[in-house]
């Protein structure tokens, strides 16, 4: 018996809008609750999709274990899979291995696609001091500091050095909080005295980061943006501008959401995100759908990938016009349910 199943979290956006999908294409849909996964699939001929589990905690230092425990999922859902008759949305080792930013962006780098580059390709920073020497040495004078486990902007902080004076600028949603540690507060907040910098720097360091070369980015009406992309199966089914004022662009930041039509970009500009899209996918073998963040660089508006995320598909414009990328998504499922066994 064949059976569609959806490892996720009762209740959230994810789940409603997909069940909403599967019903429309008349797809038997069955969620599994990470909370009551006990590691053991159900019996028959499965397909699964696997959303990410919810974690509540704020801890900017939980994050790796937390990363660790679901990586472990992971793994045991691969080992499953191979002892019986289950195929995937995406891979489970497809999801560990762009869990993983530095993974994923030497994968990127090594098929010589353009992204936003390591400051120290082969060296991990772990303090302020090691950070301005690095960025003195290669005379850079701008990055992003990425915790590699996280998203959301978790830990992502935007980074400022003036050559000529040492003064510092720190964009960051993450706080130090006396007795608790790094938080994250979903806000953003800039900080320009160098003690608070160092301090804060330091721990956000020493949770295991790149670092990352801070492109300017192309802009529209004033604001600069980005883009996400939502890839499936090798086509761009949803592309969409993140508009800012500041220089970290996720929507849930107060952060403006933008039709990529309405930028007006060079058919010729389009074609290429296209292909770095479909080659960024073909990366990975055993993901179907992705989002990949790019950017445009000011000027050129040559496009540049930022990092990719093999649970990328939850976007908020799109569920509440067409849910279009679902609705995909249950077309293939609909598909599986009728091949001969």
């Known amino acids: 018996m064949r059976r569609i199943i959806l490892l996720g ?3 959230s956006k994810r789940t409603i809008w997909f069940e909403k999908a599967a019903r429309e294409q008349e797809v038997p849909l069955e969620l599994l609750d990470w909370k009551e996964w006990d590691r053991m699939l159900p019996e028959g001929v499965l397909y699964f999709k696997i959303d990410p589990p919810l974690w509540e ?6 994050l790796k274990e937390l990363t660790r425990a679901y990586k472990e999922d992971l793994s045991v859902l691969a080992c499953r899979a ?3 008759s289950v195929e995937f949305l995406n891979e489970p080792q497809a999801i560990r291995m762009l869990l993983d930013k530095r993974r994923c962006k030497k994968r990127l780098m090594e098929s010589d696609l353009p992204v936003t ?3 120290c390709e082969n060296d991990k920073i772990q303090s ?3 950070l301005l020497s690095a960025m003195k040495r290669q005379k850079i004078w701008q990055v992003f500091v990425k915790p590699v486990y996280g998203s959301g902007a978790a830990g992502v902080s935007a980074f400022r050095l003036q050559p000529g004076t040492g003064k510092m600028c720190l964009y960051t949603c993450a706080l130090l909080l006396p007795g608790t540690g790094l938080v994250n507060t979903k806000k953003l907040q800039s900080y320009t005295r160098a003690e608070e910098i160092r301090s804060l720097l330091d721990r956000i360091l020493g949770l295991d980061c790149v670092v990352e070369r801070w492109y300017p980015k192309a802009s529209h009406n004033g604001y600069s943006y980005d883009l996400r992309a939502v890839v499936q199966r090798g086509q761009v089914d949803y592309l969409l501008a993140r508009m800012s004022r500041g220089p970290i662009t996720n929507l849930h930041l107060n952060n403006h959401p933008l039709p990529v039509e309405a930028l007006g970009l060079p058919v010729l500009v389009q074609e290429r995100i296209r292909t ?5 996918m073909e990366c990975f073998p055993g993901l179907q759908s992705a989002g990949i963040d790019l950017l445009l660089e000011k000027g050129s508006l040559s496009p540049r990938i930022i990092e990719m995320n093999a649970q990328g598909d939850l976007i908020y414009q799109d569920l509440y016009d067409q849910n279009q990328i679902y609705r995909r998504q249950a077309v ?10």
């Open 9 to 11: 979290n009762p209740g």
């Open 128 to 130: 302020t001091d090691q």
């Open 276 to 280: 770095l899209c479909q080659r960024a």
């Open 117 to 119: 580059e390591f400051l």
């Open 82 to 84: 191979e002892k019986g």
């Open 57 to 62: 905690s704020s801890a900017l230092e939980e």
């Open 332 to 341: 293939w499922m609909k598909a599986w349910l009728s091949k001969p066994e």
